[in-house]
């Protein structure tokens, strides 16, 4: 597979299963992040491995939160989210170490989370491994984020799920690159996506 395969075929995926990366192979995926874009070099990404007995801890930290959110949750999503979260291979909690104080405005600082992140799902299935992004309501529960290490002003960004991805790959039909471009002319563009 060359690189542009690899980043033109990689996709989410939630149907995973053992193993998941070992040590020596999560280290050397994580490391790729340290190679996105960081203005400031803050470096505000933050990664908390959760695997093994953590996974049904963490699930039921998940449900309190959910619960704290909404006490009305509905009880298929607390299940739901019960058992992908105590039985996903290996799961990683996004962090954000963000510092509102700094010159470097806080909205730049999130995105080199998000593209620390992207290289970490490229690396994934560049090594055989799947993952999937997730975030929901829970995301923005900052007791949640404090339990598992990101107090104020520090947040989560959400959470990744990581194994061996079982059956083929998704392969969904992405759009055309041309429907999100446009050729600056001097004047306002438009984009086909935006036509309706």
Not at 130 to 141: I, L, M, N, P
């Amino acid at each position: 597979m060359t690189p542009m395969d690899m980043l033109l075929t990689r996709a989410s995926c939630d149907h995973l299963a053992d193993p998941a990366p070992s040590e020596t192979q999560l280290a050397e995926i994580l490391a790729t992040a340290m190679r996105a874009p960081d203005h400031g070099k803050l470096r505000p990404w933050r990664y908390v491995i959760i695997q093994g007995e953590a996974r049904p801890v963490m699930a039921e930290r998940i449900i309190a939160s959910m619960k704290r959110l909404d006490a009305e949750a509905p009880e298929f999503k607390i299940e739901k989210r019960r058992k992908r979260f105590s039985t996903m291979p290996l799961i990683l909690a996004l962090g954000m170490h963000l510092r509102p104080d700094h010159k470097i405005p806080l909205w730049e600082q999130e995105m080199a989370v998000a593209a620390a992140t992207m290289n970490v799902l490229n690396a994934l299935h560049a090594t055989g491994f799947g993952g999937v992004w997730v975030s929901g309501d829970v995301v923005e529960d900052p007791v949640l984020a404090e339990e598992i290490g990101f107090p104020a002003p520090h947040r989560l960004a959400g959470f990744l799920f990581i194994g061996t991805p079982q059956g083929d790959l998704p392969t969904p039909k992405r759009p055309d690159p041309a429907e999100f471009t446009a050729t600056w002319t001097g004047k306002p563009v438009t984009f086909a996506a935006d036509r309706t």
